[in-house]
């Protein structure tokens, strides 16, 4: 997306060891874009809103069918990243020069997690 080629990075990291604070970092960092996080649980989710309302990163939790406007990190369901809407929100941030990354939470699921067919799915709409 943007000018430049896409670029697409794997990090694999140890449990714990800071995967999810790349993101964040990236998010909070001055002049940034928004920064899309797909949480495969809401769990994660739950957990993820109370770590960046600790640290103070303006986040957005979207759904489809929301109106069209961002934050410095947007979370979202992996359901609701396997829809049109969704790829209409990206592409609407991307359209504006807003769209910085798009991060896949505990991103082994859409390969291991066969009984959720939105896992499946994820990797061809990102």
């Known amino acids: ?5 896409a670029e697409q990075v794997v990090v694999v990291l140890a449990t714990s060891s800071g995967k999810t604070l790349i993101a964040m970092v990236g998010a909070a960092l001055e002049g940034a874009g928004t920064t899309i996080m797909i949480l495969p649980a ?3 989710r739950g957990n993820m809103l109370d770590r960046l309302g600790k640290v103070g990163i303006k986040t957005m939790l979207w759904v489809p069918g ?3 406007k ?3 990190l947007v979370l979202i369901s ?18 504006r020069q807003q769209l910085d990354r798009i991060v896949v939470d505990e991103c082994h699921l859409t390969i291991t997690a066969t009984y959720r067919k939105s896992m499946m799915r994820l ?4």
């Open 78 to 95: 992996a359901e609701a990243a396997c829809t049109t809407s969704f790829l209409e929100y990206a592409y609407w941030l991307e359209s």
């Open 1 to 5: 997306m943007g000018a430049n080629a």
């Open 123 to 126: 990797g061809s709409f990102v």
């Open 66 to 68: 929301q109106a069209m």
């Open 42 to 44: 809401v769990a994660l």
């Open 70 to 72: 961002s934050a410095p």
